[in-house]
């Protein structure tokens, strides 16, 4: 079982980076995937989710409009559609995978312990 993110770089500020998190050794159509990011000195943070069963998605205010999250099922493979990149938002995102029908919907999806499967990050570094 593995996630295997990617994607991350250095971009100047107003530019746009696409994540990708490739699954391995399980179906996405059974989790949900939320993004996460870890600011230098920061706690981790949830920053998007993609329901499996509903399509709905969720985005903290600090992403939101900003940020897009998308699945390819069929591919098993998550995306975060990022633009107008500021420097706050470098860090290192990750994603993770939430199995659907336990924890998770809009009151969980933030909560880490309910993730199941994490990635290892990519870098993202905002910077002129």
């Known amino acids: 079982v593995q996630l295997q993110a990617s994607g991350g770089g250095l971009v100047q500020p107003g530019g746009s980076l696409r994540l990708s998190c490739a699954a391995s050794?399980?179906?996405?159509?059974?989790?949900?995937m939320g993004w996460f990011r870890q600011a230098p000195g920061e706690e981790r943070k949830a920053i998007s989710y993609?329901?499996?069963?509903?399509?709905?998605?969720y985005y903290d205010d600090s992403v939101k409009g900003r940020f897009t999250i998308s699945r390819d099922n069929a591919k098993n493979t998550v995306f975060l559609q990022m633009t107008s990149l500021q420097p706050e938002d470098t860090a290192r995102y990750y994603c993770?995978?939430?199995?659907?029908?336990?924890?998770?919907?809009?009151?969980?999806?933030?909560?880490?312990?309910?993730?199941?499967?994490w990635g290892q990050g990519t870098q993202v570094t905002v910077s002129s």
């Open positions: 050794g399980f179906s996405l159509y059974y989790y949900n």
């Open positions: 993609s329901s499996s069963s509903d399509d709905s998605t």
């Open positions: 993770a995978a939430n199995p659907d029908g336990g924890y998770s919907g809009a009151y969980y999806w933030k909560q880490e312990g309910t993730y199941t499967y």
